[in-house]
């Protein structure tokens, strides 16, 4: 029986139909910490709303938290069309990355820390200055110290990668790690850059940087309006992860993912057991 199938209904508050959504935060933790799949949220609670959803994953991140882990930075998440296709999901969302999630550039992965992951081709932001709701492009871009070509392994914890937008918001939008290669100058112009990631030198996902919300800039712009509603800003050190270019790649044991990115440079990381 699957933890949530054994806490049900414990999940809902006394005396109604509400989710505890403490409890939720603590399943879905519980679920990445044991690499152990769950059903998903909205299957037994189609009220959930988006809401619900970011509170459950500032509960789960707080918990961490309490384990040690510090917040880095913010991923944006379903920013391109392919991700959106690939997923069933139409809308952008966010989550946090913290200092235990960070992967070496060239280093290595262990496969049984997760579920099914996924990796996908991403750009990097590195902040300079705070920056914090509704903003310009202008004002996005002069708060960025360096871009750096990146990827983010990706685990859903709900089964067979399925879920609503509410259920995959609870789960830190499924982030589960980043690998960032060397930090460039800004002055690079990253509009409409081509992305090729390969598998053992075999071309798995290729696409442009303009696929990331038409220009990567407008996932910091998303960004910096998204934390704002919580009481979070982006502040200097923080990185951000722009959103994956193209459909995620379905990672197995053994293979080496590098990803090229025209005048951005590499990175790369590899699967091991």
Known sequence: MSLIAKMMPSVFAKGGRMPDLEKLAAIVDEAAVNAKAIPQFTNTMPEMTIEDGYDI???????????????????????????????????????????????DDGGYLSMAKYIHPRIEPEIAFLIKTRLV???????????????????????????NFKFAVQDVIADNASSSGLVIGPWQSTKIDISNLEMVMTADDQIKQSGSSAAILGHPIRSLIKGAEMVAR??????????????????????????TIRLNIQKLGSVSISAEG
């Open 133 to 159: 709701g509704k903003v310009t492009e202008q004002d996005a871009f002069d708060a960025v110290e360096a871009i750096a070509p990146a990827m983010e392994i990706i685990d859903s914890r709900f089964d």
């Open 230 to 255: 919580v009481g979070e800003a982006l502040n200097p050190g923080d990185i951000v992860m722009a959103g994956g270019a193209t459909a995620a790649h379905a990672m197995t044991r053994g293979e």
């Open 57 to 103: 994953q500032t509960r789960s991140l707080a918990r961490r938290y309490q384990r040690g882990e510090r917040r880095i930075g913010i991923k944006l998440g379903l920013t391109s069309r392919a991700k959106m296709l690939q997923v069933g999901v139409d809308e952008v969302c966010w989550g946090r990355l913290t200092d235990a999630m960070l992967l």
